[in-house]
């Protein structure tokens, strides 16, 4: 699908605002469910699962996939700012150390070990604070006090999704070139996840929702960075597979939750939470303009992506990440953002993204 070629492209701050609120609210309907079984959402929810954020009686929470999203887009702020100052910074030390911020956040000990960083805006706001069933890699990897790196890595045999749900933030950095986002996406990633699958779904990702903010349509970047992943150098064989699957069972129209499954998997790892955000945008995608609006897009699309049994705050945070990125502000549905849990952290967040990105 591509947008309305009469219409005006979204604007580079509609995308950013679109793709950080647009995770933040497929992670908060996945949240409600994300240790659930389909049998049990659906006798929670009735047949269609969960599909509003109406239905939730505790209220629309985010989890760690959108703490860390913003803690990812303060870490590469940091870097930003030094650069507009004329100063090189190292950016992936800069989003060490707000990751490290985000660990303080979950009420672990930061390793005496690390460099102490002065507090920055996003510190200040207590929302960040909850402890949201974060992953046990992210944690771990941090806790060790060292760095991780591709060459270096912590956690070397892990491949868990905790790298992808957070690294939508780098496609959204503009004028920069494909190899770039995909190189500081997969650096980032090995700060805490060392399998090659990890990195490589995380780096992706981020070149997905580049393509999505650079005008590609949705069928396009899905094809365009399949082809990019395979020739990836040593390339993990499940992330190609896992994203082939999911352009040919988009292809094949939506399946139901049991069938998703067993194709694309739960979510749990790197490439089946890639894999299954990424399916349900493109499944629920309108054949033409007048068939459905950007917002039903984004409410079937999420309903697709958490309504399974797996990991259904990842995955919803990833279809949110890229329908946002895709059509901007214009598909979020204005009640879903009332209900949403902090909005003002995550538009503070996207401003000084626009900022340094756009001055």
């Known amino acids: 699908m591509s947008i309305d070629p009469g219409a005006a492209a979204p604007s580079l701050t509609s995308r950013i605002h679109g793709c950080l609120l647009g995770g933040a609210l497929g992670d908060s ?73 985000w660990l303080d956040t979950q009420g672990e000990p930061v390793p005496s070990s690390s460099p102490v960083q002065p507090k920055r805006w996003i510190d200040g706001h207590e929302v960040l604070r909850h402890r949201r069933a974060p992953g046990n890699a992210c944690i771990s990897g941090l806790a060790t006090g060292e760095m991780g790196t591709v060459y270096r890595p912590v956690n070397p045999d892990s491949k868990g999704c905790g790298t992808v749900m957070r690294s939508a933030p780098f496609g959204l950095i503009p004028h920069i070139a494909s190899d770039a986002v995909y190189k500081l996406s997969a650096d980032a990633a090995s700060l805490t996840h060392g399998h090659p699958s990890a990195r490589q779904s995380a780096g992706g990702f981020s070149l997905l929702i580049h393509r999505l903010v650079s005008g590609d349509s949705l069928q396009d970047a899905a094809t365009a960075v399949l082809n990019e992943v395979r020739g990836f150098k040593d390339v993990a ?86 329908l946002g990125a895709f059509y901007g502000e214009e598909c979020l549905p204005k009640e879903w953002l009332e209900a949403l849990e902090a909005p003002e952290v995550i538009r503070g967040m996207a401003d000084l993204l626009v900022g340094v990105t756009t001055a």
């Open 29 to 101: 309907l996945g949240y409600a469910v994300e240790f659930d079984s389909i049998e049990a959402i659906r006798g929670r929810f009735g047949p269609a699962g969960v599909t509003d954020p109406a239905m939730l009686d505790g209220g629309s929470h985010f989890s760690d996939d959108t703490q860390m999203t913003l803690y990812t887009v303060d870490g590469l702020v940091e870097a930003l700012e030094w650069a507009n100052d004329g100063v090189g910074a190292d950016v992936n030390a800069c989003l060490w150390l707000a990751y490290l911020r």
């Open 237 to 322: 064989a499940e992330l190609p597979e896992r994203l082939e699957a999911a352009i040919r069972c988009a292809a094949a129209g939506v399946l139901a939750p049991e069938e998703l499954v067993r194709q694309l998997g739960e979510g749990w790892v790197a490439e089946e939470a890639f894999a299954v955000g990424l399916y349900a945008a493109l499944a629920t995608a309108p054949a033409s303009k007048s068939a459905l609006s950007p917002e039903d897009h984004f409410r079937a699309a999420i309903a697709l992506a958490v309504n399974h049994s797996g990991d259904s705050d990842s995955t919803g945070s990833i279809a949110g990440n890229i």
